[in-house]
T-cell receptor, first 115, second 112 residues
Framework: QQQVKQSPQSLIVQKGGISIINCAYENTAFDYFPWYQQFPGKGPALLIAIRPDVSEKKEGRFTISFNKSAKQFSLHIMDSQPGDSATYFCAAPLPRGTNAGKSTFGDGTTLTVKP | DADVTQTPRNRITKTGKRIMLECSQTKGHDRMYWYRQDPGLGLRLIYYSFDVKDINKGEISDGYSVSRQAQAKFSLSLESAIPNQTALYFC???????????FGQGTRLTVV
């Protein structure tokens, strides 16, 4: 069982295009919605995160859009570059005492940006 | 120095052997985690610890055990390694459940 469901599994985008990755979550008590980026041979690293008091957060070419009513949040990468080619994970918090054992990460999206 | 250090980085072991993967962190965080990564399956939680005295099983804890030796150290053991435990293992730490998680570089384990 997973607390977050991520799509698509893989994505191929041309350089300069927009990459969009989606994540759906179950628990309405979540208060932190991060996206992690992982390059081959490296551990995941936080890319951008949002709290539910705002609907959108932008950092450079990366934007998180948050839809509380739909229980979804998405990552948008504008002007995608070959250097953005990586695996992206959405994640859910692991509160103490609840839902012990459930996965906290989505299955990942492999993004390939073609030059 | 890295915030989270995992040792070894690579290990090949034989079926039935006991193996320990070690993790140390310099962030001063109470929460530490062990994840396993397999192609197409994302990051699956093996064990997690909210503090030195609070250790919990994750979704795939069978065949694994952990020890939290100190706030900064969290080790993962495979008591009797089997080939389907071949994977990439990550240790992570965070200040709280709703804050950034910091990951190590990973340990690539191969069980033959």
């Amino acid at each position: 069982q997973q607390q977050v469901k991520q799509s698509p599994q893989s994505l191929i985008v041309q350089k300069g295009g927009i990459s969009i990755i989606n994540c759906a979550y179950e628990n309405t008590a979540f208060d932190y919605f991060p996206w992690y980026q992982q390059f081959p041979g490296k551990g995941p690293a936080l890319l951008i995160a949002i709290r539910p008091d705002v609907s959108e957060k932008k950092e450079g070419r990366f934007t998180i859009s948050f839809n509380k009513s739909a229980k979804q949040f998405s990552l948008h990468i504008m002007d995608s570059q070959p250097g953005d080619s990586a695996t992206y994970f959405c994640a859910a918090p692991l509160p103490r005492g609840t839902n012990a054992g459930k996965s906290t990460f989505g299955d990942g999206t492999t993004l390939t940006v073609k030059p | 120095d890295a915030d989270v250090t995992q040792t070894p980085r690579n290990r090949i072991t034989k079926t039935g052997k006991r193996i320990m993967l070690e993790c140390s962190q310099t962030k001063g965080h109470d929460r530490m985690y062990w994840y396993r990564q397999d192609p197409g399956l994302g990051l699956r939680l093996i064990y997690y610890s909210f503090d030195v005295k609070d250790i919990n099983k994750g979704e795939i804890s069978d065949g694994y055990s952990v020890s939290r030796q100190a706030q900064a150290k969290f080790s993962l053991s495979l008591e009797s390694a089997i080939p389907n435990q071949t994977a990439l293992y990550f240790c992570a730490t965070s200040e709280d459940s709703n804050t950034e998680a910091f990951f190590g570089q990973g340990t690539r384990l191969t069980v033959v």
